[in-house]
């Protein structure tokens, strides 16, 4: 109907964004099986891993629903960039999500890699604030969006400098196992993370690439990030002890 009002939101997402709920809740009780297995104190990478997808599949569930999200006005249509007063569906829902499995993936990665705590705090403080300014950042409708957007590479270039430098480094001076498994997660990390303000700078940014696209990019992301990524954790710490990382 060319007279309501223009407004990009995803028709075909929702039947992805279930598909990736399911797997998020299929990962959950994978994760959270293999910890019954162990003995208690042996959990902890388990239960760090399974909430990651626990929280995910309640951030999908909403989007499959069409809910978590609002729209915002965008200054560049795809195809129409002369065109004012146009929309685009943006997921809040997904900086919630974000806001609580990123810190958790870090954790998963710096303890495997034995950093002590006040790093793992810092590195968290420095993603929350990544996180903050890419919903800011979205929400915003002018271009200041992108100065929100630079803070956040600046921050994300830190957290990656940490994990594939300080981190990959501390790691390997706890035992070639420890190291092997922290540069399988943590390259695969620092690959993804990269592709997220990408993905950001054609959605919520240029608003370059339709909300049917978005679902595919970042669902992709989502999944290697997290399921992907938490079974090859787990399965890196297959033989080690969590009391050599002082757990
Ligand atoms: C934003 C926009 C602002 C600049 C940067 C971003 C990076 C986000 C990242 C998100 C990672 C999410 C993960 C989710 C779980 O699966 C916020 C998009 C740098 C790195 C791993």
Not at 106 to 120: C, E, H, N
Not at 143 to 156: I, R
Not at 224 to 245: E, N, Q, S
């Amino acid at each position: 109907n060319g007279k309501s009002a223009a407004i990009a939101i995803t028709t075909h997402g929702s039947d992805l964004y279930w598909a990736i709920c399911a797997i998020m809740i299929t990962a959950t009780m994978v994760f959270v099986g293999l910890a019954a297995t162990k003995p208690r104190h042996h959990r902890i990478f388990h239960y760090i891993t399974a909430a990651i997808t626990m929280v995910a599949a309640v951030a999908y569930f909403s989007m499959a629903s069409n809910l978590g999200w609002t729209p915002i006005d965008v200054e560049f249509q795809r195809n129409n960039p002369v065109v004012r007063g146009v929309n685009r569906e943006i997921f809040y829902v997904r900086y919630i999500d974000w806001f609580i499995t990123t810190p958790l993936l870090l954790m998963d990665l710096l303890l495997t890699a034995g950093m002590p705590w006040p790093t793992v705090l810092f590195v968290i403080l420095v993603d929350e604030v990544m996180i903050v300014t890419g919903l800011v950042g979205a929400l915003v409708k002018s271009s200041y969006k992108w100065g929100y957007f630079a803070f956040g590479c600046a921050a994300l270039a830190y957290i990656v400098w940490e994990l594939v430098w300080t981190a990959r480094k501390h790691a390997s001076r706890l035992g070639s196992d420890i190291g092997k498994a922290f540069v399988s997660c943590g390259s695969l990390t620092a690959f993804l993370w990269i592709l997220y303000p990408v993905a950001w700078g054609v959605c919520e940014g240029g608003n370059v690439i339709s909300p049917d696209s978005e679902a595919v990019f970042y669902g992709i992301l989502d999944v290697l990030a997290k399921p992907v990524f938490g079974a090859l954790l787990i399965w890196g710490h297959r033989g080690i002890d969590p009391g050599r990382l002082g757990l």
